[in-house]
């Protein structure tokens, strides 16, 4: 299950994507950032890049969910609210979760890791195949979301998908962030944060989060980029993909499983 | 076998719609009606000088007086849901023998001089004038429509040709330019009584006869009254089954029904015609005229009810028609409808089961039936709609064993007119008739091979002609077409009939 | 601009209610002196009824008689329906909810509305018999009713129009009072052809609306040996 | 030869207006129930995260493969010259496209956003199997109702055969892409495998067939025709036939998978811990939908018995659902193993352990109610139409053989 | 008699919003009453397929530029009754389906409810502004 030999080739590019020239600038210049961000944002998503998140289950702490909550947060899923009359159980069972948190026991070693598990954002989606309308897709730089504007909630891309990453909304929602529209009927899950990442931020809430508990866990950045963080940590160790033996070269790596 | 001069069409598995070939049957009109026929009618001698203006006043008056007329001339979107419906196309290919075609012969003339498009874009709206060649295709499109309704179950408004032609023929008739076969027969209607013009004393001989034959068959004695007062019931039958065969072996049927129902009837000499071609010609004061003389004589006779015989336009005159132009008939038995059909009083006693029946009797034959269009189309029997389909059939049905349909898309609703219908039954028609028989010819053809049918029932002293003359056309025998009563009497066993006619009746149960 | 069409409009209404009330009376003052129902018929008043409803929304004559027809001029009819009663949203204030929850299928039936009349207008134009009895008007009120289901669609799919601004126009035309119509080129076909057919309607075939109603082979209840059915001026023939 | 004439399906008035007011009825509740799962959101039926194709999926997914089931007997019919059939070929189009209707109403209204068909009708991703779905739907739509359009009309009847081979192939292609859209999912381990396509094919021919003779039975006796025993004995062997061979198939899925290391934890799910799924499976797919069918179908006892043969068409349905729900139900229930080796010990997605399904009853609401709709459909076509004989008596001569 | 000039629409534009005090919106106004939907739509597909975030028509700042605030300062959702986006979409009965999942207000910056602003997580604000 280790995979690091299918890991995305990052030598070629060798020039920076003018998005990360954008995201680099809008971290060092938080305040004054707007007009470079739109430069940036103007251009897109670009194949230039593909993101993706480092997980070192190591790291990431027992009893810990500050990722899951920032998520929530970050994505207005905290303000849905629980539909009168729907009992504890259906309501675990319904309502979406974009990430979760995954406690494993080694059935031989009994050793006890910690993971958040969300959408893998693999190179070969399932989601993406199966959906009929085309609303599950890939972005240029990696994403994979959906366009709620043509999902039909056929749920097909749950059926799909080997990592359970996708939620379907169950009931409606009254209030949304501007952000992050969502509503009734469609699926979603983790998109890695993309308007933050448009917007021109370097990391996504989860990381955020995560950094903030002092946990470190979650590295995001440009798998296509030797330069990035990211990509020498993938280098420096040896990781996973999760179910690797379906060849989806996800996104989303972990350490030390 | 007779002799065509014209191409009798070719029998084939199916009749296919024919690509239209204009002008086919633009040769082919009857007689006209010279002014002996026409004057006692009300009709003026010959074609007037000012039968143009003449004509659209006519129409206008037809129109304020008939409302289907003038919602029918309006209402055709061409659709052309009826152009492949009627049996003369078929079979002639003549464009103006679509139903819509024939329409349109009248239907321009209505636009050119009734309608705001017709008056200012006639070019637009197909509309044209009156003109002495439009006369002349009304003269023979409007004479070769057997009036047989069939294109109106298919239009989705009911647009009933059949009225139009009626209009026509009445527009013609009234600048004088009538058939001479339908005019002559009305007048003799008025003048004797009946359509033959058969005096009352031949009448009655023929039905001595009758008497004399049927008691030599079966050693009963059953009556067949003429002019009985104070019988309780007044039959009215075609004239044809005075004398003609098969319709005469109808009439043999309905005597002895009436016989072992034991009811007194009669015939009457002045009511000696079901039949009335005042509707042919579409003239509602010589129908009326004529159906006058029904109830004059049930008055005078002090019968109880009117029972109809077998015949299909006379059965719609007097269903549909009689209650209007001679009704009330309040003075009759208010039990039994005014007037029953003859089937539907037999078919009344086979469910009492006052009837016995040698079924046997008519083992030599694989019967279908011709649903007549007249009373397939236009009336009812019974008192549930289809009844017209259901009672003749039930009636064959108890007296013979072997009974099937025809094709099913030609039989009901939609069946095929015989071709002889509307007026049609003579001879200098010929062609039209035999032309227009084609479908009902073929659907009975394939009964024939397919089946086993060797004879055709009707209940249409005009099919019954009809079909006589033009069975060999097609190499067929005049005698394949019987009448349903004529199957009844076969088959009925009479009380205290003698039994030793023939070897037949050792199966027969029913014969105390 | 603006004023013409307003009072094009007001013409075209004046023509079309008072030219069909007019053959509406005109048909229900002529007397239908005979029983003339296409058998078997009804023989009750319900049954009339039950039939009458068969023939204007299922076309069953139709269907019996010929199946491409029927379901070209089926199709065409149910979706004429439905666009109309889409459109009352420019003359009704509020919507009317049901009018309200028909505005998805409107679009469709727009599209429905144009195939089936694409199918007629080729029938009419290959099979020979319909052909035969065509008249160039019979081609032009499919061309009409084509072309306004065109320029509709153009609006809704191309260059649209500003609906509020005519929803206001003809709202205001009904209180008669005259705003401004948009000047769009898809709404002025459209507007313009609305209006010829409204004027033509009562002078043409499409009189078989009304037609359909009174016609005594479908409207006549089967009961004339019940029942003695006279005309005035049969009965004067009485006395 | 005698020729077969159809006739409009007409029986009397009450019976038939009762019928269909029932249907009728059947229907708007499930309408009903489709509103208040559309309205409220999903949140008002079983189905959640995990179980994300419920009962109406399995109502769906019945239906649709009968439908091309139901198209067997025109095939035999008029592709492979079977005469014994030939007369029934228009009813088994009707019956096609009825069950392909109904099971096409419900899937629709199950979806999250069913105001977005037109979406789903416009925009494909040709990638998905599911979008070829929608297409080959709509194909056999068309392709049957040409078919119907053949066999009703003489004029077309020259085009019979060759459109009689395009609906056998398109609906072969159509079971193939209904089960595919299970094969497909490689990443549940009870679908992954190849035998899924040929292994709907089969299902559906015995679905199909029993659809057809339950219709076919009832529509004669509501309209007092009459059917010969000898066309019903052949259409009964059939059923057997294909009873058997489902039951075959089933047999060599579960060998293969448990030649599959990988799997054996999913065939011990059904075949033996399961629970309900593992009940449903015996009770109902083997048992009830295979075995009993079989003895009503084969046992001498029963030979002419038109019951026994209605009874066993009815256990074929029943125990074929039991399939479907196992397949689709059973299939999700069944947690996927994303760590090799490891135990999971806690997630809030419930990783690891087996998803719970309580369907309510609005779902089953749903589903009647798109059998409901086949089953106008198939009123309303057999009494507008000429599809139905006016008898089946068989043949006087045994010349249909 | 007939050529009383009939009132000409007024705006829609509502009182209390910023648009009241703007004279022009994102593009000239036969312009936005015509294709509005035209450009939100291809926006749309702009911003959730290629990622691209500064589009001229950006739904979220219609609401911000269209919204109105109460007496309060509490903003109203554009898809209220009487609001901008429904005044003219109930009149003509439009389906206005986006606010069952965008934000039918402008996030407050001061409000309570949806706190947003953080130190560190990225603010929609900022998408608001971009333009
Ligand atoms: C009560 C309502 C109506 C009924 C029952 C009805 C029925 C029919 C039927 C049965 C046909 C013949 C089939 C065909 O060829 O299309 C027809 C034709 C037609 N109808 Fe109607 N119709 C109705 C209303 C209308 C209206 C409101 C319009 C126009 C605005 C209209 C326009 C037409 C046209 C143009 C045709 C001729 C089609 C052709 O050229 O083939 N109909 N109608
Ligand atoms: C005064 C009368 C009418 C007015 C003011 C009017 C106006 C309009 C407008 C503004 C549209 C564009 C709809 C959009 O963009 O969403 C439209 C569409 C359309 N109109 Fe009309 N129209 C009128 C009469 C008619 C009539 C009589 C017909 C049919 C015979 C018709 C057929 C259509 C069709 C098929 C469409 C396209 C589909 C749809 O949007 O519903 N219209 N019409
Ligand atoms: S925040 Fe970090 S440590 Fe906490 S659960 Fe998430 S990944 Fe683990
Ligand atoms: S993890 Fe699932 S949802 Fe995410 S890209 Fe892969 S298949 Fe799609
Ligand atoms: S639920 Fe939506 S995203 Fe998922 S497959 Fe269906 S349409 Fe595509
Ligand atoms: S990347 Fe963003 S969307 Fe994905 S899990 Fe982390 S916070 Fe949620
Ligand atoms: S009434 Fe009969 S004969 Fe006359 S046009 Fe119609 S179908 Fe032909
Ligand atoms: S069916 Fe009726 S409407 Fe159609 S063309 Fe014939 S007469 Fe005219």
Redesign the interface.
Known sequence: MSCSNDQPDMNRREFLGKSVVAATAAVVAPGVMLTVANAASDEGASSAVRWGLLIDTNKCADGCSACVDACNKENGIDLMQRPTGQSDEMWNAQRPQWVRKVKLRDKQTGEISNLPMMCQHCEHPPCVDVCPTGASFKRADGIVMVDRHTCIGCRYCMMACPYKARSFIHQDVAEQLTGTPRGKGCVESCNLCAGRIDAGHSTTACQDACNKDGHQAILFGDLKNPDSAIAKALKAESSHQIRADLELNTGVRYTNI | MAKANFDVPELKEYVDVPELVEGTMAHLSPFIAKPDHNIPLGFPGELVEDWHDKALEKLDDLRSRYRSLQVYLDACVKCGACTDKCHYYLSTKDPKNMPVGRQDLLRKVYRRYNTFAGKYFPWLVGAEDLTRETLDDWYSYYHQCSQCRRCSVFCPYGIDTAEISMAAREILDSVGYGQKYCNEIIAKVHEKGNNLGLPGPAILDTLEGLEEDVEEETGVVVKFPLDVKGADILLVTPSADFFAEPHVDGLIGYGKVFHEAGISWTLSTTASEAGNFGMFIGSYENMRKVAMRIRTAALELGVKRIVFGECGHAWRVAYAFLNTLAGPFDFLDPKYPVPQHICEFTYDLIQQGKLNFDKSANDDMTLTFHDSCNVARATRMGDKPGGQFDIPRAVIKAVCNNYVDMDHETIGEKTFCCGGGGGLLTDDLMEIRVKGALPRMTALQNAIKEEGVTHMAAICAICKSQFTKVLPYYGMDMDQIVSVHQLVSNAIILTGQNTDEDDADDESDGDE | MSTVYALLFIVATLVLVIGLARKIVQYAKTPAPLKIATTPAPVTQAGVVMRMFREVVFFESLFKGTKWTWIFAWLFHMALFVVLLRHLRYFTDPVWLPIELIQPFGVYAGFAMLAGLAGLLVRRIFVDRVRYISAPSDYLWLLVLIFIGISGLMMKFVAHTDIVMVKQFFTGLMGFSIGTLPIDFPLVVHLTLVALLMILFPFSKLLHVPGIFFSPSRNQVDNPREKRHLAPWAKAMEE | ???T???ELYCSSPRYWGGLASLAFIILVGLGAAFHM?H????VTG????I??GLPHVFAIFLIVAASGALNVASIGSVFGGPMYKPLGRFSGLLAIGLLAGGLVVLLLD??????????MT???F?????W??ILYTGFFTIVGLYLWTMM???FEQYKRPVGFAAFFWRIALTTGTGS?FG?????EAYDAAIMAPMFIIMSFSYGLAFFIITLISAYWWAGRTIGDLRLAKLKNLLGVFVGAVLYFALVYHLTNLYVTQHHGVERFILLDGGVYTNMFWIGQVLIGGIIPLFLLYSPAFTTSRFAIMVASLLVLIGGFFQVYVIVIGG?AYP?N??????????????GVV?SYTPTIAEALLGIAGIAVSMTLVAIGSR?L?VLP?SLEDPADGECI | LLLSTGAISETAVTKGSKAAGLDACVAPTAVMRRDHMDYLKHDRDMTVRKGVRDTQYSLSECVECHAEKDDAGAYKPVNAEGQFCSSCHNYVAVSLSCFQCHRKTPESTAGSGTAMKQEGSFSTDSLGLLQ
């Open positions: 030869m005698i020729k004439q159809y006739r559309e409220n959101g999903h949140f189905m959640s995260n995990q994300v194709w979806l999250g956003r069913p105001d977005r068909l037109i979406v789903a925009t494909y991703n990638k998905s199997i599911f979008a779905n929608i009309d003489r004029k859209i497909f999912l490689v990443a549940r999700q996927m994303l760590f090799p080796g490891k135990e999971v010990l806690t997630s809030s997605f419930f990783d998803a507008m000429r006016e």
